[in-house]
């Protein structure tokens, strides 16, 4: 089996990224589930309707989000979607799902979403501690869990895989936008990406106008960010897994 996780999209340039290069990918990869980080797909802040949709429409089984879950007051039509969950340690109460669970060629497949704490200035649960009593309860019902970790610190990413190494299949960062090229199995087993980048306007300041972002570092003004123009890049990882054990043999940076 072969699973692909696709990085953050930024914008409409992302969304029409992702559509033009996905199809074919698939098909020439042969991939069998797909997970795509959507969290910016909205003018680079949240998401909505016509892009949830336009994402599902490519065979896509899963869209995962972030620390801008909620930009779009749209979310809260289709939050409860299974096809979409949110970090799982948003504070309990909170609406939609962190983690779910799906078929795919006879195996299920558990994806949890969660959100770092160091440097998001974002109130959640200890990811650590949320993570490891999801995996605790589902473990004996799933052959497979990929976590998309959406966090900014390599400090806290990495001990995070090494937490969970032989536990779960495959832990994915995003947020950076950068991709990382220290993708790994881990002692245990676990297949580990620190981040596997974004997908959206190649030269950008993380997808945003590079303008924009060098006004704001030379004047300290609020300038509004807004989508780059222009080129667009896509980047992801696959995991290519041993259909018997259910263990990544192989993972594989994508950049385009």
């Keep these: 089996m072969k699973v692909l996780a696709v990085g953050d999209l930024v914008g409409l340039a992302g969304v029409k990224e992702l559509k033009k290069i996905l199809p074919g990918l698939i098909e020439s990869e042969e991939i069998d589930f797909t997970i795509v ?10 998401i909505t309707q016509k892009i949830f949709d336009d994402i599902l429409s490519e065979d896509v089984n899963v869209i995962t ?9 749209d979310i809260f039509k289709f ?24 078929k795919c060629n006879g195996k299920k497949i558990a994806v949890i979403n969660l959100i770092g704490r ?23 019902e799933v052959d497979m869990i990929f976590i998309d970790f959406h966090a ?39 297949a580990y990406i620190t981040d596997i980048g974004m997908t959206g306007p190649k030269n950008s300041a993380l997808g945003m106008d590079i303008n924009v972002a060098i006004k704001r570092m030379t004047t300290s ?18 995991f290519v ?8 043999i192989k993972i594989n940076r994508i950049c385009l």
């Design 241 to 248: 897994i041993d259909d018997n054990t259910s263990k990544v």
């Design 152 to 190: 900014e610190a390599t400090g806290e990413k990495i001990p995070f895989g090494y937490y969970l190494d032989g536990q779960v299949t495959a832990i994915f960062g995003t947020h950076t936008h950068v991709q990382t090229a220290d993708e790994k199995i881990l002692p245990k087993g676990t």
């Design 65 to 73: 989000l972030g620390n801008h879950t909620w930009g779009k007051k």
């Design 221 to 238: 003004l609020p300038e509004k960010y807004k989508v780059a123009e222009g080129e667009c890049m896509f980047n992801g990882v696959i």
């Design 37 to 46: 980080n959507a969290e910016n797909s909205a003018d680079g802040f949240g």
């Design 79 to 102: 939050i409860d979607d299974p096809r979409i969950i949110r970090p799982a340690n948003y504070p309990k109460g909170v609406v939609g799902k962190g983690y779910n669970i799906y």
């Design 118 to 140: 160091v440097e998001m200035n974002i109130l959640t649960e200890n990811p650590y501690l949320i993570a490891k009593d999801i995996v605790n309860k589902i473990k004996d």
